[in-house]
């Protein structure tokens, strides 16, 4: 079970308790979660408890709540693919870096940074029984215990407004690199612990609300809309090497895709008109 602050109420942590077992698979998508009574006695909360923790996973858009019915599980959001020229390819060194500003804007209109800016390493859980963890394993085309996760968040102009994870198909990676704290880009750090390249594959953009695990980590109410852009990087030779997955805060950034340079040249690589 994930470790909760000493000071989170009763109910949010009886609601990080029951979206485990979602995650897990002990209530499945288009269940009916147990009773208010039945929760209350599986639990030893009292029902107000339950019917908070309830209503805090129906903003974070985990459960829908039909009056007169009872509570179900929803079912995972439906993927939209958007394809790109491949000319367009990049390697990937931690892209939403460059994507997202780097910090305050002061009067003089120039970019500046706060101290403690930057991406930090917040854990590495164990990888397995989680939905994020078991399409990790399918897009890497590996069992769940040959990967490793790490776990960050990007702060800009003072406040976390990112939350990363990352799988790769390497065991173990190095004990400093996982460190809580640790700064720094992850993805050329998780390159050179690997020893491999890394290109873009496939990148997915989509919205979900902040559930209850990235609401504490962005320090949003759950249920707040996210952004979030997934994929695969694999080496030159198309060998998958890193699942991604970036939830960021939709108040403070967008999803931009540029089919033309800086310039005015037509493609990607000036070859040739963009598609």
């Given at each position: 079970m994930a470790t909760h602050r000493s000071d989170t109420p009763l109910y949010r942590r009886l609601a990080r308790q029951l979206q485990e077992r979602i995650d897990a698979g002990t209530y499945p998508a288009g269940s009916r979660l147990p009773s208010e009574p039945e929760l209350s006695a599986d639990f030893g909360v009292n029902r107000l408890t339950v019917r908070q923790a309830v209503a805090e996973l129906e903003r974070a858009a985990v459960l829908e709540i039909r009056r007169g019915v009872g509570t179900f599980v929803r079912p995972p959001?439906?993927?939209?693919?958007?394809?790109?020229?491949?000319?367009?390819?990049?390697?990937?060194?931690g892209s939403v870096h460059r994507a997202l500003p780097l910090g305050t804007e002061p009067p003089n209109g120039v970019a500046g940074t706060v101290e403690g800016d930057g991406e930090t390493v917040v854990a590495a859980p164990t990888v397995g029984g989680s939905a994020e963890d078991d399409e990790a394993a399918r897009q890497l085309g590996r069992a769940t215990g040959e990967l490793s996760r790490v776990d960050t968040v990007i702060r800009i102009g003072g406040r976390?407004?990112?939350?990363?994870?990352?799988?790769?198909?390497?065991?173990?990676?190095?004990?400093?690199?996982?460190?809580?704290?640790?700064?720094?880009?992850?993805?050329?750090?998780?390159?050179?612990?690997?020893g491999v390249e890394l290109e873009y594959d496939w990148r997915a953009f989509g919205a979900i609300g902040a559930d209850l695990a990235d609401a504490e980590l962005l320090g949003v109410p759950p249920g707040t809309p996210l952004l979030v852009r997934e994929g695969v990087s694999c080496t030159p030779d198309g060998t998958p090497a890193l699942y991604v997955r970036r939830r960021i805060d939709g108040s403070s950034a967008r999803f931009v895709l540029h089919y033309r340079e800086p310039g005015g040249t037509d493609g990607a690589d000036g070859s040739g008109p963009a598609r």
């Amino acid at each position: 079970m994930a470790t909760h602050r000493s000071d989170t109420p009763l109910y949010r942590r009886l609601a990080r308790q029951l979206q485990e077992r979602i995650d897990a698979g002990t209530y499945p998508a288009g269940s009916r979660l147990p009773s208010e009574p039945e929760l209350s006695a599986d639990f030893g909360v009292n029902r107000l408890t339950v019917r908070q923790a309830v209503a805090e996973l129906e903003r974070a858009a985990v459960l829908e709540i039909r009056r007169g019915v009872g509570t179900f599980v929803r079912p995972p959001s439906v993927r939209v693919s958007i394809a790109v020229d491949p000319r367009s390819q990049r390697f990937d060194l931690g892209s939403v870096h460059r994507a997202l500003p780097l910090g305050t804007e002061p009067p003089n209109g120039v970019a500046g940074t706060v101290e403690g800016d930057g991406e930090t390493v917040v854990a590495a859980p164990t990888v397995g029984g989680s939905a994020e963890d078991d399409e990790a394993a399918r897009q890497l085309g590996r069992a769940t215990g040959e990967l490793s996760r790490v776990d960050t968040v990007i702060r800009i102009g003072g406040r976390p407004r990112v939350a990363n994870s990352y799988w790769v198909p390497t065991r173990p990676l190095p004990a400093e690199l996982l460190r809580p704290g640790r700064p720094g880009n992850m993805v050329p750090a998780l390159a050179g612990a690997a020893g491999v390249e890394l290109e873009y594959d496939w990148r997915a953009f989509g919205a979900i609300g902040a559930d209850l695990a990235d609401a504490e980590l962005l320090g949003v109410p759950p249920g707040t809309p996210l952004l979030v852009r997934e994929g695969v990087s694999c080496t030159p030779d198309g060998t998958p090497a890193l699942y991604v997955r970036r939830r960021i805060d939709g108040s403070s950034a967008r999803f931009v895709l540029h089919y033309r340079e800086p310039g005015g040249t037509d493609g990607a690589d000036g070859s040739g008109p963009a598609r």
